[in-house]
């Protein structure tokens, strides 16, 4: 008989693309944080469900809402305002251009990414479980409570086929779990849900 268990509602997200380098999964998906990132320089308007991307950076977050304008319009190039974001995954560099789906160089971040002070639903809970999935390629994962990393070389860690996935529902081991590529020279992805 399977059993199946509600994990909680999927609030965050991450895709990290490793390759050989030893890489571990956001804060931003394990625990959930809001943050407030102003823009300026915008051409087009984004919506609640876009992923963000920093040009320069590569630092990624998911849209909750776009903010009121505080200056500038879309159609004149020069809006700014604030965007409120949650999934963040590295950090944002002031000035560098954001980009979104195939908008490239939809604005252009002014200063950097503020955490959210009012009280908001989930503010700085830890995720009940976190979903690993191996995306394109095999995928070598680990989330030894005292850090320990995968490795390519000698097969530390536990190989995740590409398809196959694992639930992970224990904060500490959430917050080390790092990836790398199973095999040397590949170009996969662990794709990873925070469940609250």
Known sequence: MLTREYAGLALTWQRI??????TKVSSGV?????????????????????????ATS???????ELGTLTGGTWAGGDAAGPLRIKSVCGTFQNSENLNYAANANFATVDGTASECTNDYAYKGLIAKGLLAVAETQAQRIMFDANGGKPDQTSDLGIGLRAGYS??????????????????????GSLICVGFF
């Open 17 to 22: 693309t490793p390759g050989d380098t030893v």
């Open 166 to 187: 694992i639930m992970i529902c224990d904060g500490q081991n959430m917050a080390n779990l790092y990836t790398v590529d199973a095999t040397s020279g590949s170009t």
């Open 58 to 64: 590569g630092a990624t977050a998911i849209v909750l």
């Open 30 to 54: 394990w625990k959930y944080v809001e943050y407030t990132l102003n823009f300026d320089s915008g051409s087009t308007a984004v919506a609640a469900g876009d992923v963000i991307v920093g």
